[in-house]
């Protein structure tokens, strides 16, 4: 959007300023990896969201946690009241087909229906050893195997008349006489296309049939029989066929849904930082994320438990592992991102239950291996090394880069940081120039540092991890927080973060009206805070190396966190007011830090940076009245200057629903700014972020 208006054409009735910004002054270098991304899995944010296969339970391998405990969120965010709806639910209260320990319980034919005929869940004879697959068994006339797609429970699919759809399975019809048809039915159950399912070959053989809506809609898939005998299917796959990546033999496994990968890339971030989270950790008992089973062909990789699912009824929530490490990697590759895995350091979710391995354990021993085979699998020579064969198997025979390493996710305490340090070594030895990342837990309001820094802040070799969930109020007064870190030894890693909780009200902060103190989740105001926090993030970035989001993806309505950069339903992907104050942070930001001389007017943010001629400044207002600023600029040249504004009310939210149309409410809008004599006049509107980039012929300044 563009508003021919300028700033300085505004009525500059309140307040005003005047900053002098010396872009030839020896200034610290930003970070080029300041801005990223973290990916978890959760509110579908894979399985169900950025996995382009449609078909929930897609193997029959569906493992589901049983319900037991509180899910995972600061005490602050769970209301009053609210504990008795994570209450147990008793185990044989479960529709479950069998019961394994720890938690976990498999229902292998869950979100599949069968209407006629028989239905049951088979290991006989599996195409892969041990893996399930689904037998469905007919007499005479005709069964229909349904699956809504996710999260289940209603029509989840999306068709769209403009994008045929491939469907793919394993089939073994040889004990069959009769056929077999694919069809995508609406939300009515009216057939909007269909396909005949071909029997070629004896044995198990791969199928496939293209399909085209011919009509956008949500829906369903169905798999019809007419005839008598049995039908084994497997590794059920529905996907547009514009996927991400489609064509590129690299894509050989796992694929992506392309809107919201796009979306991601419109962030222009710098790193990933993948799989977790708390789904590193898991809760006990083999639940942690082991990326070894993340990788190879899709038919061999078996699926696990979600914890997320603890706040899910029936625990409905199982990771396929669809997006394992190579699809991690490869979506790194495709966007120019660093990838920053995040492995198990031995440790479970500590704020789940406390539970370590013992250090001198042979289960932790493995631990260790299962590291250093990480760095072995993604870097190594595919002609000496196992783990490097599969990578290249995959279709990536060349390394992949491989700079950093996560050990562990919001572990602290003596245990976790005797692990750290047992990995540390190791990874020393054997990769010398990785840099390794170590955490302390998450950072509560009233502390003033991670933990982690007393031990390692001294150490250029490491990166102290620090996680905040806080409140709007809370950011607005931390925007110099990293002023007094220390400089020369271990930089920092802002490995999760927003403004997301009870909206109290501080002693710097917009006026908030009451009604907002329960905070409804990406409201304009949080946008705001985290957009005043990222100038005192973006003055720091000599110390604070990285940052990102979290979480990063919501399917809408059916989400475990309430606060997310990016909501999708089947259909649509909508940017939140947050998500556009991450892109225009990381869209406009120089190579080196900018000093500003002058006093900013009570209640504005500010950070400039430079880099190939061109300053960008942004001004942060949480006012209630505008703000007139005159800016003069070493160097500047006279002429046009881009500028972004994003503004609404405090209360304003972009909004999707399952079904329906995006209806939003904040978006980003272009304006245009006149440099005249190397100065140039704004006026920030209330409770307003402005960004501006003005040409300079400064050169880059010497450090």
């Given at each position: 959007m563009t508003d021919t208006t300028t700033p300085s054409e505004t009525d500059p009735s309140h307040g005003s300023a005047r900053l002098l910004l010396r872009t030839g002054q020896p200034t610290t270098p930003i970070s080029p990896t300041l801005y990223g991304l973290f990916l978890e899995d959760i509110n579908f944010g894979c399985d169900g969201g950025l996995s382009a296969n449609l078909v929930n339970n897609y193997s029959f391998e569906g493992v589901y946690l049983t319900n037991g405990t509180l899910p995972y969120a600061p005490l602050e965010l769970i209301p009053d009241g609210a504990r008795e709806r994570f209450a147990a639910m008793a185990p044989e209260d479960l529709p479950l087909e069998a019961t394994t320990p720890a938690g976990r319980h498999r229902d292998q034919l869950r979100h599949w229906r069968l209407e006629g005929g028989r239905l049951e869940s088979s290991?006989?004879?599996?195409?892969?050893?041990?893996?399930?697959?689904?037998?469905?068994?007919?007499?005479?006339?005709?069964?229909?195997l349904e699956n809504h797609g996710y999260p289940g429970g209603r029509p989840g699919m999306a068709f769209d008349t403009e994008r045929p759809?491939?469907?793919?399975?394993?089939?073994?019809?040889?004990?069959?006489?009769?056929?077999?048809?694919?069809?995508?039915?609406?939300?009515?159950?009216?057939?909007?296309?269909?396909?005949?399912?071909?029997?070629?070959?004896?044995?198990?053989?791969?199928?496939?049939?293209?399909?085209?809506?011919?009509?956008?809609?949500?829906?369903?898939?169905?798999?019809?029989?007419t005839g008598s005998g049995t039908v084994d299917v497997d590794e059920v796959r529905l996907v547009h066929e514009d996927?991400?990546?489609?064509?590129?033999?690299?894509?050989?496994?796992?694929?992506?849904?392309?809107?919201?990968?796009?979306?991601?890339?419109a962030l222009k971030p710098s790193f990933l930082r993948f799989p977790g989270g708390c789904i590193v950790e898991g809760c006990g008992d083999g639940s942690h994320f082991d990326w070894k089973?993340?990788?190879?062909?899709?038919?061999?990789?078996?699926?696990?438990?979600?914890?997320?699912?603890?706040?899910?009824?029936?625990?409905?929530?199982?990771?396929?592992?669809?997006i394992g490490f190579y699809e991690y990697f490869l979506l790194c590759e495709d966007l120019g991102l660093a990838p920053i895995p995040v492995v198990w350091a031995g440790d479970s979710c500590q704020t789940r239950q406390d539970e370590h391995l013992p250090l001198e354990s042979a289960e932790f021993a493995a631990v260790i291996q299962d590291a250093l085979d990480l760095i072995e699998w993604a870097t190594g020579d595919a002609t000496t090394n196992h783990w490097a064969a599969l990578r290249a198997a995959a279709g990536h025979p060349e390394p992949f880069p491989l700079d950093h390493l996560g050990i562990g996710n919001e572990n602290f305490g003596p245990e976790y940081l005797a692990h750290f340090q047992r990995i540390k070594d190791a990874v020393d030895r054997a990769h010398p120039g990785l840099t390794v990342i170590v955490n302390g837990g998450v950072i509560r309001p009233d502390e003033t540092a991670d933990p982690a820094w007393e031990i390692y802040g001294e150490d250029e070799k490491v990166l102290v991890d620090e996680h905040f969930y806080?409140?709007?109020?809370w950011l607005f007064n931390a925007t110099d927080r990293y002023d007094s870190y220390p400089r020369g030894g271990a930089r920092l890693f802002l490995g999760e973060y927003a403004a997301y909780l009870g909206y109290d009200l501080g002693d710097r902060h917009p006026a908030v009206p009451e009604d907002m103190l329960a905070p409804e989740p990406n409201t304009w105001l949080s946008a705001l805070a985290e957009?005043?926090?990222?100038?005192?993030?973006?003055?720091?970035?000599?110390?604070?190396?990285?940052?990102?989001?979290?979480?990063?993806?919501?399917?809408?309505?059916?989400?475990?966190?309430?606060?997310?950069?990016?909501?999708?339903?089947?259909?649509?992907?909508?940017?939140?007011?947050?998500?556009?104050?991450?892109?225009?942070?990381?869209?406009?930001?120089?190579e080196h830090v900018v000093p500003l001389d002058g006093e900013l007017p009570d209640g504005v943010f500010a950070s400039a940076t430079l880099g190939d001629g061109v300053l960008h400044l942004k001004l942060v207002s949480i006012g209630a009245t505008p703000v007139t600023i005159a800016l003069e600029v070493d160097g500047a040249q006279d002429g046009a200057a881009a500028g972004t504004v994003i503004g609404g009310r405090l209360d304003a939210v972009n909004r999707l629903s399952f079904d329906g149309e995006p209806r939003m409410e904040v978006e980003p809008r272009t304006v245009e700014l006149q440099v005249r004599n190397g100065s140039v006049d704004v006026v920030l509107e209330?409770?307003?972020?402005?960004?501006?980039?003005?040409?300079?012929a400064a050169p880059a300044p010497a450090v």
């Open positions: 290991r006989l004879g599996a195409a892969t050893p041990g893996a399930s697959f689904a037998r469905l068994q007919l007499d005479g006339g005709q069964a229909t759809m491939l469907l793919s399975l394993l089939l073994r019809t040889d004990a069959f006489d009769g056929t077999l048809e694919a069809r995508l039915v609406d939300t009515a159950g009216t057939v909007v296309a269909s396909g005949a399912l071909h029997q070629d070959a004896p044995g198990w053989h791969q199928c496939q049939v293209q399909l085209t809506p011919a009509t956008t809609t949500l829906g369903s898939l169905q798999l019809v029989l996927h991400w990546g489609a064509g590129d033999p690299r894509w050989s496994q796992g694929l992506l849904r392309r809107d919201l990968v796009e979306a991601l890339g089973k993340t990788v190879g062909p899709l038919v061999t990789r078996r699926a696990e438990y979600n914890l997320w699912g603890q706040a899910r009824e029936d625990g409905d929530y199982s990771q396929s592992n669809q806080n409140s709007p109020a957009a005043a926090f990222l100038t005192g993030v973006e003055r720091n970035a000599d110390v604070v190396a990285f940052s990102c989001y979290a979480p990063l993806l919501n399917l809408v309505e059916n989400g475990q966190w309430p606060h997310c950069l990016i909501d999708f339903s089947p259909s649509h992907v909508v940017q939140t007011a947050n998500y556009f104050v991450q892109q225009l942070f990381a869209t406009r930001v120089g209330p409770t307003s972020v402005l960004a501006v980039s003005i040409a300079t």
